[in-house]
């Protein structure tokens, strides 16, 4: 059994498996007779000639420690997920190592953070903390296999 410690969530750490989707410090404009900033394409949806769908994914919590023994990924397109409740959230993502996942990493998600997987990433299911959650999540739907799933040895994640 591996065990890993989670991380703090910044850009550059996340870099190598999507973005992280968060307001920057200044908006890209004001729109709304400027009631309203837009942080305008934050991220972008890799789509391999699907449609971009938007759907709402209710997950049961997890407590820590964490045992990860699912991954998966969507070889046709990204996926985002952007909380719509008021709890910090478990993405776990990993390194792709000849076709299968290679070392998970956990990385904790703030509040009203989301983050957009890049096609092809290996992750966990969503894993809210402590408490149900509702997610908005955009993502491919489309012809083609656009979901592998591999059972793993068991992960233990921890604070």
Same mark, same amino acid.
């Given at each position: 059994?591996?065990?890993?410690?989670?991380?703090?969530?910044?850009?550059?750490?996340?870099?190598?498996?999507?973005?992280?989707?968060?307001?920057?410090?200044?908006?890209?404009?004001?729109?709304?007779?400027?009631?309203?900033?837009?942080? &305008?394409?934050?991220?972008?949806?890799?789509?391999?000639?699907?449609?971009?769908?938007?759907?709402?994914?209710?997950?049961?919590?997890?407590?820590?420690?964490?045992?990860?023994?699912?991954?998966?990924? &969507?070889?046709?397109?990204?996926?985002?997920?952007?909380?719509?409740?008021?709890?910090?959230?478990?993405?776990?993502?990993?390194?792709?190592?000849?076709?299968?996942?290679?070392?998970?990493?956990?990385?904790?998600?703030?509040?009203?953070?989301?983050?957009?997987?890049?096609?092809?990433?290996?992750?966990?299911?969503?894993?809210?903390?402590?408490?149900?959650?509702?997610?908005?999540?955009?993502?491919?739907?489309?012809?083609?296999?656009?979901?592998?799933?591999?059972?793993?040895?068991?992960?233990?994640?921890?604070?």
């Amino acid at each position: 059994m591996t065990t890993i410690r989670i991380e703090p969530l910044t850009a550059d750490a996340f870099a190598p498996f999507g973005d992280v989707l968060t307001p920057r410090a200044t908006p890209d404009r004001m729109i709304n007779a400027g009631r309203c900033e837009r942080h &305008h394409a934050l991220a972008t949806v890799e789509r391999a000639g699907g449609e971009a769908i938007i759907s709402l994914f209710r997950s049961q919590a997890v407590s820590l420690p964490y045992d990860c023994t699912l991954l998966e990924r &969507h070889p046709l397109g990204s996926q985002a997920f952007m909380p719509l409740g008021p709890d910090a959230w478990l993405s776990v993502v990993a390194p792709d190592d000849k076709g299968k996942p290679g070392t998970p990493r956990a990385f904790l998600v703030p509040a009203g953070t989301g983050v957009n997987l890049r096609a092809g990433v290996w992750h966990g299911v969503l894993t809210p903390l402590d408490n149900p959650a509702d997610f908005l999540v955009v993502d491919r739907e489309g012809e083609g296999t656009n979901l592998e799933e591999v059972t793993i040895a068991s992960v233990t994640i921890t604070a």
